[in-house]
T-cell receptor
């Protein structure tokens, strides 16, 4: 069975500093990995995905994520955080079957001016 | 582009009442999903429909039923609402060949059961 862990419920970072939101996964085969962001009273918005190829994936709003197969991790990063990045972030995974995404419990990011 | 549209946006029910949550997508997607979001629990899959005419149970299906009315519409029904079903419900869809494709989400239905 596939699963996702986001070990931090909350991440606080100062504006302008780099940010990292952690995600580890477990799947039986090759993973398809996704990051989503949720703003208050809205649905989840797709940020980026890893399917295959380069381990560093670039996505929307300046976010990127690094896939590490040996550590089964897919951490979300941004070089310089903005106050407007404050939101709830979800990591999700599916295996190569036609199965629904499995989501982590989410990490709340607060960027402080 | 409307994307995924959910109605209603808010609803308050009394215990035992029934309710149908509506979801429609205009992206010609094959697969559709219903999730519930509770604080500290992330998103949990209730039911999904891999294609028109099929439905399957997810992680937390008890107390719910679904109908894939056509390719565009996927409804979620609470036959006898319970306070434990107070939650935010999200509908999502994915296009064909969906393993590598992201799911697109609606803005949710906030449901309170008194």
């Amino acid at each position: 069975a596939q699963s996702v862990a986001q070990p931090e419920d909350q991440v606080n970072v100062a504006e302008g500093n780099p940010l990292t939101v952690k995600c580890t996964y477990s799947v039986s085969g090759n993973p398809y990995l996704f990051w989503y962001v949720q703003y208050p009273n809205r649905g989840l918005q797709f940020l980026l995905k890893y399917i295959t190829g380069d381990n560093l994936v670039k996505g929307s709003y300046g976010f990127e994520a690094e896939f590490n197969k040996s550590q089964t991790s897919f951490h979300l990063k941004k070089p310089s955080a903005l106050v407007s990045d404050s939101a709830l972030y979800f990591c999700a995974v599916r295996d190569t079957g036609n199965t629904p995404l499995v989501f982590g419990k989410g990490t709340r990011l607060s960027v402080i001016a | 582009n409307a994307g995924v549209t959910q109605t209603p946006k808010f609803q308050v029910l009394k215990t035992g009442q029934s309710m149908t949550l509506q979801c429609a997508q205009d992206m010609n997607h094959n697969s559709m999903y219903w999730y519930r979001q509770d604080p500290g629990m992330g998103l949990r899959l209730i039911y999904y429909s891999a294609s028109e005419g099929t439905t399957d149970k997810g992680e937390v299906p008890n107390g719910y039923n679904v109908s894939r009315l056509n390719k565009r519409e996927f409804s979620l029904r609470l036959e006898s609402a319970a306070p434990s079903q107070t939650s935010v419900y999200f509908c999502a869809s994915t296009q064909a060949g969906g393993q590598s494709q992201p799911q697109h989400f609606g803005d949710g239905t906030r449901l309170s059961i008194l």
